[in-house]
């Protein structure tokens, strides 16, 4: 019943702000297209402790030592005002790896096409909006515990997202609130 007042509540939350993309923790990623090796093994080498629990995952599952390319799936991503490539890369539901994923999140990155990663994240709900800032859409992260979702409005600054603001939703209500508590 949690999961379905989480979901309600990122729904909800999602019409009001009109997202351009979004995405959730138990989205099927089926048909999403892979990333390169080399997209992989920089987002697996960003973090030593998660590389470690991936390759020991990897290596309790039966799956071949250092393919980290099979773990991603990527999407194009509409950030840019000028129309630049970016990649929104998240890890398949199959192979499934805890390591990827919290009690309800999952990690994800942000590469442009250098393949710089220029934001990395992990939450119940990633979401585009419609504004922008400095040349780059606004995005918004969510997560949920407690009965309510903190949502966090990024923008581009620097460049890097940065926190702009955060509201808070009541997961029964659907009522949302500014400021983060």
């Not at 039966?62 to 990527?74: E, M, N, P, R, T």
Request: aromatic share 10%.
């Amino acid at each position: 019943m949690k999961a379905l007042g989480v979901a309600i509540a990122l729904l909800s939350s999602a019409v009001l702000a009109k997202p351009i993309f979004e995405t959730y923790t138990e989205q099927k990623t089926d048909g999403w297209p892979g990333v390169s090796k080399m997209q992989a093994e920089m987002i697996v080498s960003l973090d030593a402790d998660l590389k470690s629990q991936a390759d020991e995952e990897m290596a309790d599952k039966d799956i071949k030592a250092g393919d980290y390319q099979q773990l991603f799936v990527s999407r194009k991503l509409p950030l840019s005002t000028s129309h630049k490539a970016f990649l929104f890369v998240r890890p398949k539901l199959e192979p499934y790896l805890s390591t990827f994923y919290g009690a309800h999140t999952f990690f994800h990155w942000i590469v442009d096409e250098r393949n710089n990663i220029i934001h990395a994240g992990n939450s119940d709900a990633f979401r585009v909006l419609g504004s922008s800032s400095n040349g780059m859409k606004d995005i918004e992260e969510a997560q949920c515990r407690g009965g309510k979702c903190y949502l966090t409005r990024l923008s581009f600054k620097a460049g890097k997202y940065q926190e702009a603001s955060c509201s808070t939703q009541d997961i029964d209500s659907g009522k949302i609130t500014k400021g983060c508590k």
